[in-house]
T-cell receptor, first 112, second 110 residues
Framework: NAGVTQTPKFRVLKTGQSMTLLCAQD?????MYWYRQDPGMGLRLIHY???????AKGEVPDGYNVSRLKKQNFLLGLESAAPSQTSVYFC???????????FGPGTRLTVL | GESVGLHLPTLSVQEGDNSIINCAYS??????FIWYKQESGKGPQFIID?????DKRQGQRVTVLLNKTVKHLSLQIAATQPGDSAVYFC?????????FGRGTSLIVHP
């Protein structure tokens, strides 16, 4: 099993550009999450999904959109990137809420 | 990656010592608590969890203690090894959304 995979691993954007981060999991997990991690800070939840076709806002959703069209995939979109969105983005999945989350390797995004 | 550790509390220990990493959580209604380890350049990895109806749980070389009275969680690592060097996060929650602490950087000197 590959676990949780993320693409791309690195990306540099200019202010105003758009992009989509892809997360895939092969563990048949219902729950999927997108976090951002900034230096010296814990993980902050952007959006999450409790099943195929559902999404919900987390702690810091502004500037991001998500979609969960297939159970195994969770997409994070930036419509108009801003320098404040420079961060490392992690996707995670879990079997149920309250259970351990399995994290992907992260995407390092820089917005110039 | 390595930038995760900037400005975090740091614990330095010698190889073979026992390490204790502490976490103060904010939500007294939390019913689950999880410790994660994050090595440089990687995503967090599950270590151990505990539910609110317990006050201690042991794993392989690790023990988690929960004190709900003072909202405090600790992770004890026995016989710390250089491979234990990483940032350790606690997470707590009730329902769908966990909250993550800022993390503690553990440095193990050979």
């Amino acid at each position: 099993n590959a676990g949780v995979t993320q693409t791309p691993k690195f990306r540099v954007l200019k202010t105003g550009q758009s992009m989509t981060l892809l997360c895939a999991q092969d563990m048949n997990h219902e729950y999927m999450y997108w976090y951002r991690q900034d230096p010296g800070m814990g993980l902050r939840l952007i959006h999450y999904s409790v099943g195929e076709g559902t999404t919900a806002k987390g702690e810091v959703p502004d500037g991001y959109n998500v979609s969960r069209l297939k159970k195994q995939n969770f997409l994070l979109g930036l419509e108009s990137a801003a320098p404040s969105q420079t961060s490392v983005y992690f996707c995670a999945s879990s079997y149920n809420w309250g259970n351990e989350q399995f994290f992907g390797p992260g995407t390092r995004l820089t917005v110039l | 990656g390595e930038s995760v550790g900037l400005h975090l509390p740091t614990l330095s220990v010698q190889e073979g010592d026992n390490s204790i990493i502490n976490c103060a959580y904010s939500n007294s209604a939390s019913d689950y608590f999880i410790w994660y380890k994050q090595e440089s350049g990687k995503g967090p990895q599950f270590i151990i969890d505990i539910r609110s109806n317990m006050d201690k749980r042991q794993g392989q070389r690790v023990t988690v203690l929960l004190n709900k009275t003072v909202k405090h969680l600790s992770l004890q690592i026995a016989a710390t090894q250089p491979g234990d060097s990483a940032v350790y996060f606690c997470a707590w929650g009730v329902g769908y959304i966990p909250t993550f602490g800022r993390g503690t950087s553990l440095i193990v000197h050979p």
